[in-house]
């Protein structure tokens, strides 16, 4: 995130643990602008709390993505339940119009269907082949090249 200057897969040096951001009321553009999904969502618990879960979700292009950005200190936390049956329900739910469900562990990337978890590789771009520091959106966008692209939001 050029705002920040905070290269990919870092913490951002205005983080305090168990406080927050440090500069929340400063916070730049790029931070107000991210929209996390859990907060958008009232029916998902509080296990569904990033910190709590292990993971942020968000949605991308459009609605035509949900990325699940898993701590990469806890890569598997996404197949933990509730998680992992609630992500085959979307899935299935959203095999046709819905978003595609992808996790992103770091660099490399899965995509969840019904039927199975798709492992795309090491696909996410990297600071150095962004040509710059950048959060995760740019990392995402940066990612995109030749994964489909759907057309409505998880319900
Ligand atoms: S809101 Fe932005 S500035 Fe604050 S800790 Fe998070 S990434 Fe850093």
Redesign the pocket.
């Known amino acids: 995130?050029e705002s920040?200057a905070?290269p990919l897969f870092t913490w951002?040096?205005?983080?305090k643990k168990s406080a927050?951001?440090?500069?929340?009321e400063e916070?730049?553009h790029?931070?107000r602008a991210?929209i996390c999904y859990w907060l958008h969502v009232p029916n998902l618990g509080d296990a569904w709390r990033p910190d709590r879960a292990g993971f942020v979700m968000h949605i991308a292009d459009g609605g035509s993505r949900l990325n699940i950005e898993v701590e990469p200190i806890n890569p598997q936390a996404w197949k933990a339940e509730p998680f992992y049956s609630t992500f085959k329900t979307w899935a299935a739910k959203g095999n046709q119009r819905g978003p595609m469900l992808l996790v992103w562990v770091g660099r490399r990337c899965f995509e969840i269907t019904p039927d199975a978890d798709i492992d795309r590789g090491m696909v996410r771009a990297t600071s150095r082949q962004l040509g710059r520091t950048a959060?995760v959106g740019a990392s995402v966008q940066g990612s995109s090249a030749g994964l489909r692209a759907r057309n409505s939001p998880v319900n």
């Open positions: 995130m920040i905070k951002c040096r205005h983080f927050g951001c440090g500069i929340y916070r730049p790029d931070c991210f959060g």
